[in-house]
């Protein structure tokens, strides 16, 4: 006997429990197939964002920030603090604290429109079947008219490091050092490496980032990777490029273990010890356990589970969303794709822009950007414009004292379309949404530059970036000719 829904979504991230909620909207009976579970045993919802993700890591962000700035900048507004303390069990309470109301948020928004939570790991069976297995190992199958795969991504690691507790970790464990480490070793300088190297390094570690590849944030719009390097690094982070970690060993002394990092760079082998170590070499999808060999669905070359644009496999009615697909590994990303196949379950033509998703990378500065960066319209020989303001010359920056960084607006050398937008500043992630909103409209950078910015405001440096792609920003000297 099994239990009939219209819609059954495995995995409870922001892939899966938004695709689950905007279905129970829609009216179609729904249930979330969910593995976590939490202390009492109940289905822990959110994934990994919620749990060991965005959310706790902003968390740490946010309390290092705080740190750093009342030790070193508050002074500078003539606040005197003297004898700043740090107590790191506070920091992961509040961040449990966080945790807790928003994945409770998740159970309470579920109840409310009705979604079904089942505890267990899915899997996808022919026939539009799911057999569940619970955390007692007992199996269950439920059917539906519509399957929606959601179970995301874990860690990728690496054979030199294998992890070992609370001595080498990934970024779960990297959210919950009971103690600031004297050094840090940090293996891969993306996002996720630069955000919780950051944190550590904030509260008081010597941190050293080990990175493979020759250029810094590849993906990023070089002009403004230039930058973050420049500011992460006088920040106290030893950022190593070219320098690729081959081996690892722990040792012991007097009871507290030591990691050996050994890492090949254009000099020959080096050796480096450190307290912790955390691998953040990148995540890759978790399709493990999820497909029976029968049941339809085809992975690509790299693993991820293959989809059309809409989101559907190559079996009819089962659709995949978030970090098991190709695209951007990011929470809003994944919620988007969600959203979209619920509408599409329900004959609406929603579509998601791939080319309109904002990448964000929470240090300090915040470096946040969307579309096309300058390096690429180079190497695609493009005609294209660049504005860029500074926002050492941003009144409300400077007031502020948080002057770092730039915004960097990209517009077609012909039409005028904004085609790119790069933010290095306190408020990129904020920021970058006004150009999102812009693209999508299609805007063009004389649109931005004639409508009426709040004075004074960060926003201004947007602005004034889109009036400097024609040479016209009022805050700088401008070497282009004004038209
Ligand atoms: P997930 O969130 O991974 O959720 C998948 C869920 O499926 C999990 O709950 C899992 O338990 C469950 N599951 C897996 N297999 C099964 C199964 N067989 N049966 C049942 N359930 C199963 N993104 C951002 O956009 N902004 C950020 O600031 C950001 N910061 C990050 C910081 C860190 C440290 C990390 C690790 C990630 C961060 N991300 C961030 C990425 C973001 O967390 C992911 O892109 C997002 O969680 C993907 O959502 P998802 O729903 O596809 O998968
Ligand atoms: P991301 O995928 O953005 O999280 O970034 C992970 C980074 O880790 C990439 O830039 C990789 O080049 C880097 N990386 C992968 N393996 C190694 C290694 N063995 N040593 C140093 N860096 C690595």
Known sequence: MSDKYDVIVVGAGPGGYVAAIRCAQLGLKTACVEKWVDKKKKPLLGGTCLNIGCIPSKALLDTSHKYADTKNELAEHGILVEDVTFDTAKMLERKKGIVAKLTGGISAL????????????????????????????????????????????????????????????????????????????????????????????????????????????????????????????????????????????????????????????????????????????????????????????????????????????????????????????????????????????????????????????????????????????????DNYKVGVFPFAANGRALAANDTAGMVKIIADGETDRIIGCHIIGASAADLIQQIVIAMEFGSSAEDIGLMVFGHPTVSEAVHEAALAVDGHAIHIANRKKRK
């Open 110 to 381: 579920f109840k409310a429109n009705g979604v079904t939570t089942l505890q267990g790991a899915g899997q996808l069976q022919a026939g539009k079947k799911v057999e569940v297995t619970d955390i007692n190992g007992e199996s269950s199958t439920v059917e539906a008219d519509h399957i929606i795969l959601a179970t995301g991504s874990v860690p990728i690691d690496i054979p030199p490091t294998p992890l070992q507790d609370d001595v080498i970790v990934d970024s779960t464990g990297a959210l919950n050092f009971e103690h600031v480490p004297k050094r840090l070793g940090v293996i891969g300088a993306g996002v996720i490496g630069l955000e919780l190297g950051s944190v550590w390094s904030r509260l008081g570690a010597q941190v050293v980032i080990i990175e493979a590849l020759d250029t810094f944030l590849g993906m990023v719009d070089q002009q403004i990777a230039k930058d973050a390097k420049r500011h992460l690094t006088k920040q106290g982070l030893d950022i190593r490029l070219s320098a690729r970690v081959v081996d690892s060993k722990i040792t012991k002394n007097g009871g507290e273990s030591q990691v050996i990092l050994k890492y090949t760079d254009a000099d020959g082998e080096k050796e480096e010890s450190f307290d912790k170590v955390i691998v953040a070499v990148g995540r890759k999808p978790m399709s493990d356990g999820l497909l029976s060999k029968d049941c339809g669905v085809n992975l690509d070359e790299r693993g991820f589970i293959f989809v059309n644009d809409y989101c559907e496999t190559d079996a009819p009615g089962v659709y995949a969303v978030g970090d098991l697909v190709r695209g951007p590994m990011l929470a809003h990303k994944a919620s988007e794709e969600g959203v979209m196949v619920a509408e599409r379950i329900v004959g609406k033509k929603t579509q998601l822009n791939y080319d309109n998703i904002p990448s964000i990378i929470y240090t300090h500065p915040e470096i946040a950007w969307v579309g096309k960066t300058e390096d690429q319209l180079k190497a695609s020989g």
